[in-house]
C-alpha cells in the first residue's frame, strides 16, 4: 500500500518538489547487471555539493559531470554479488523534463560481477545524506527466466535487502 500511494505521489508535482525520490530499474542477464536511475537534477546536484570543492557544481551530461556521479553512485548504491560488491559504471546519462516540468537527471550504469549472481545485496542510500524523507523505488528483472523484484528504501531505515535469484 505504501509503494502504491509513493508511485501516485512521485507521478504528481507543481513547481519546486516537496517530494524527494529516485527510480532504479536493474536488468540482471548473465554476469552483467545494469541500472538505469533516475533522480531530480537539484536533489542530485545538492548532494554533490556536499563533496569537498564542488559548491557550484551543475549537473550537465558530459564526462565531468558523469565522473563525479559514477564516484558519488558508488558509494550511495552498493550493489554485492555472492559476497563481492560490485562497482558500476556510468555509460549513459541524460537530462529530461517530467509531467510536472520538473527536470530529471538518469543515468545508465554498468555493473560487471564475476559471474551470474545467485545472491545479491543492496542498499540504495541515494540522496539519504540530503534529505531525511528520500525514498527510493527500485525494480529488478532477472533475465531470461524472468524473475521480477520491487525494493522500497527510505533514508530513517536505511538497511541493505538481499534478492535470491
Given at each position: ?39 531530480f ?28 556521479v ?13 559476497g ?41 542510500a ?20 524472468d524473475?521480477?523484484?520491487s ?15
Open positions: 500500500m505504501r509503494l502504491a500511494a509513493l508511485l501516485l505521489v512521485a507521478g504528481v508535482g507543481v513547481g519546486a518538489h516537496d517530494t524527494h525520490v529516485s527510480s532504479t530499474r536493474i536488468v540482471i542477464e548473465g554476469p552483467s547487471v545494469v541500472c538505469r536511475i533516475r533522480m537534477r537539484d536533489d542530485l546536484e545538492k548532494a554533490l555539493r556536499l563533496s569537498p570543492g564542488q559548491d557550484s557544481l551543475a549537473i550537465t551530461t558530459d564526462a565531468r559531470a558523469d565522473s563525479l559514477q564516484k558519488y553512485l558508488n558509494g550511495a548504491l552498493q550493489l554485492t554479488a555472492d563481492e560488491r560490485l562497482t558500476g559504471s556510468v555509460v549513459g546519462s541524460g537530462l529530461e523534463t517530467d509531467d510536472a516540468r520538473q527536470e530529471v537527471a538518469w543515468y545508465v550504469v554498468e555493473y560487471p560481477a564475476a559471474h551470474p549472481p545467485a545472491r545479491l545485496v543492496i542498499l540504495n541515494i540522496l539519504f545524506e540530503s534529505f531525511r524523507n528520500q525514498q527510493n523505488i527500485m525494480s529488478v528483472l532477472k533475465s531470461p527466466d524473475k521480477r523484484f525494493l522500497y528504501f527510505i533514508a530513517t531505515d536505511p538497511e541493505p535487502q538481499t534478492l535470491k535469484l
